[in-house]
T-cell receptor, first 110, second 112 residues
């Protein structure tokens, strides 16, 4: 069974304090790893797709990386507006549904 | 360009009732998926529609059913509501195989 585990469950950072969120996965064959951001009361907002080990994507203060077993979402010099839940999801073939982790709740304090 | 839109935003029902939730996909997207998200959990896949047919289904009972219309919009129906059906119901659309799914803001369903 495909599994996605995110850690930590919650993370509290001071503004400007860089850190990383982890997403480890156990799947039969990875066809894509997706990162989403979800604000309270809203739907997940698409951030990145990674397809192969070694791939990296960047957007503003966020950088996502992928290995054969896990992905990291690095947050550089975070701001309070980066506070949200970050969700990781995997797809194992074609247009199969996404399998999500439980997310990491990030709080950035000014 | 409108993104994925869902209606209603909130709904309160009682046990045993039935409910219909609606979704309009992002322009140019032909595949619609529905997810259930309980508080503090990640979204769980219910089913996916493409070309007006249910293509894949997650581990949800037959009380959950759906439909896709020729304009790609979709409905999720839940019969015989249980307290445990209280959740945020998310609709996601994509333009085809292995493309990122884009989500609406969901319908918050509360069962009393």
């Amino acid at each position: 069974e495909d599994q996605v585990t995110q850690s930590p469950e919650a993370l509290r950072l001071q503004e400007g304090e860089s850190s990383s969120l982890n997403c480890s996965y156990t799947v039969s064959g990875l066809r894509g790893l997706f990162w989403y951001r979800q604000d309270p009361g809203k739907g997940p907002e698409f951030l990145f797709t990674l397809y192969s080990a070694g791939e990296e994507k960047e957007k503003e203060r966020l950088k996502a990386t992928l290995t054969k077993k896990e992905s990291f979402l690095h947050i550089t010099a975070p701001k309070p507006e980066d506070s949200a839940t970050y969700l990781c999801a995997v797809r194992t073939s074609g247009n199969t549904p996404l399998v999500f982790g439980k997310g990491t709740r990030l709080s950035v304090i000014a | 360009d409108a993104g994925v839109t869902q209606s209603p935003t909130h709904l309160i029902k009682t046990r045993g009732q039935q409910v219909t939730l609606r979704c309009s996909p992002k322009s140019g997207h032909d595949t619609v998926s529905w997810y259930q998200q309980a508080l503090g959990q990640g979204p769980q896949f219910i089913f996916q529609y493409y070309e007006e047919e249910e293509r894949q289904r997650g581990n949800f009972p037959d009380r959950f059913s759906g439909h896709q219309f020729p304009n790609y919009s979709s409905e999720l129906n839940v019969n015989a509501l249980l307290l445990g059906d209280s959740a945020l119901y998310l609709c996601a659309s994509s333009p085809g195989s292995n493309q990122p799914q884009h989500f609406g803001d969901g319908t918050r369903l509360s069962i009393l």
